[in-house]
């Protein structure tokens, strides 16, 4: 019988490196989803997120800058997750504290001190811990491999760069990462 006939595809074909790395990134998403149900089953403590708007003129009155409230994430070490399983690279970050008076001190003190009022515009609670210029992580293959954030692929691996100088060698796995993170969040250390 002659004619085309579907063949199962070969071990050598399916462990291409693209295959490798699309099971990493579905195996990222299991994670992830793991990691939500388990942060939200023991209540973890989250910290608020915010985008930062810079001083604005609107019909000739000036607003000031402000960290507008957009949602509550769990802190990673240097990742950020969301309830929706949204992973995003930390980025800087203030407490919602009284900023107090200009001291002139130092630049990066006034710098402080400003995105401390920013937060306190904000209307969060004081004390509050806020997360500010965070990038969401697409959880792309493609994306995955040629980035240089915190999470990234290599040879069909996830793997977290866990500081923001460290190399691709000093980074760890991705899996014993989260979960080591998900656990200090769960069960912190007596006094934390």
Known sequence: MGGWR????????????ANADERAVDGIRSLVADAVARLSEAGA???????????????????????QPVGRVWRLGVLLLDADGVLR????ITRATEPGRPAYQSQSAETR????AAAQRGHFASGATVNYDTEVIDLDAEGLRSTAGPLFLRNGRALVRWSPTATDADAVDFARYLAERVELLVSPPQGA
């Open 6 to 17: 579907a063949t199962p595809m070969s071990d050598d074909l399916a462990a291409t490196p």
């Open 45 to 67: 403590r989250q910290e608020e997120l915010a985008t930062f708007i810079p001083r604005q003129l609107r019909m000739l009155i000036a607003r000031e800058p402000v960290l």
């Open 89 to 92: 690279a930390t980025g800087a």
């Open 113 to 116: 001190r400003a995105y401390r």
